[in-house]
């Protein structure tokens, strides 16, 4: 993910969306709130299907069922000892 040349936009956040946003950038206090929006956005657009993500878009009409969200950076293996 490069972080030269980043374009400002505006969006529209639900407040609670936005409010678990601020939560989390001020527990991990690593990153700011537009590098967390930024980088959730890159990976579900570099790493997702597209119908994983047409799907993200409309959960909401699907509230009440069960939904599976697993996103996991698999560790390399290790190397062989000789």
Known sequence: MSTKNLKLTSVRIDPDTLEKINQF??????????????????????????????????????????ITAIYKINDLPKPKEQ
């Open 25 to 66: 950038a001020q527990k991990h206090e690593v990153w700011t709130r537009n590098a967390v929006i930024n980088s959730i956005l890159t990976a579900v657009m570099e790493r997702f299907s597209d119908s994983d993500v047409y799907d993200m878009c409309r959960t909401s009409y699907f509230e009440n069922d069960p």
